[in-house]
Every structure is written in C-alpha cells, then in structure tokens.
Nanobody
Framework: QVQLVESGGGLVQPGGSLRLSCAASGSIISIMSMGWYRQVPGKQLHFVARIARDGDTNYADSVKGRFTISRDNARNTAYLQMNSLKPEDTANYYC?????????????WGQGTQVTVSS
C-alpha cells in the first residue's frame, strides 16, 4: 500500500505562483510515473502533467509553458510548480502514482489539495 499526501494549495491572485507537493509513503517498492490531475466539483477529472521515473514529462496543452512537474526519487515526492496562474486553473488538484508491486502496477491517488485563483 502507498499513501499520498498533497500539500501547497491555497488562494492566489491571477498571475501568481504556487508549488504543489505530493509525498508518497508506505510499503514503497518502485514508483514508476507520478502525475497531477485536477477537477472542478461536479465536472470531469482532467490530466495536468506526468513525469516518468527517468524524468520524461508530458503536459496538458492548457498548462504547457506555465507549469513544471518534477520529482525527487530519493524522497518519493513529486512537485508541480505553477506559474502565471489563471482563474481557470482553479480546481482540486490530485496526485497519482503508478507503483510496481511484483508483476503488477497499481495506481494510487491522494486526497487532493485545493487551488483557487482569484482576485
């Protein structure tokens, strides 16, 4: 079992920045990819960014050039640096990881952290 704890959300003005963290703990064997998703209440969950164990990244078009995902494998932690935030970035942000357990890859989700972009 892997537990994920997100932090770093909050209220920020348009154009501002926030840095989200996702710390994994528990019976960690090998975390494969780590990613961020976001959801507005009552709406669909959307992909934001993902990073592979080797550092390869991909982003949703809506955040390219503004958000940067990174990870610290030694600390089993992923980060999402969010710059030039817009009101439409307001959402609950969830961390997701793929964890190799024997011959199976299981995915785990955090509880979410709220990001509100408003003046």
């Amino acid at each position: 079992q892997v537990q994920l704890v997100e932090s770093g959300g909050g209220l920020v003005q348009p154009g501002g920045s926030l840095r989200l963290s996702c710390a994994a703990s528990g019976s960690i064997i090998s975390i494969m990819s780590m990613g961020w998703y976001r959801q507005v209440p009552g709406k669909q969950l959307h992909f934001v960014a993902r990073i592979a164990r080797d550092g390869d990244t991909n982003y949703a078009d809506s955040v390219k050039g503004r958000f940067t995902i990174s990870r610290d494998n030694a600390r089993n932690t992923a980060y999402l640096q969010m710059n030039s935030l817009k009101p439409e970035d307001t959402a609950n942000y969830y961390c997701n990881v793929d964890h190799l357990e024997g011959l199976t890859v299981n995915d785990y989700w955090g509880q979410g952290t709220q990001v509100t972009v408003s003046s």
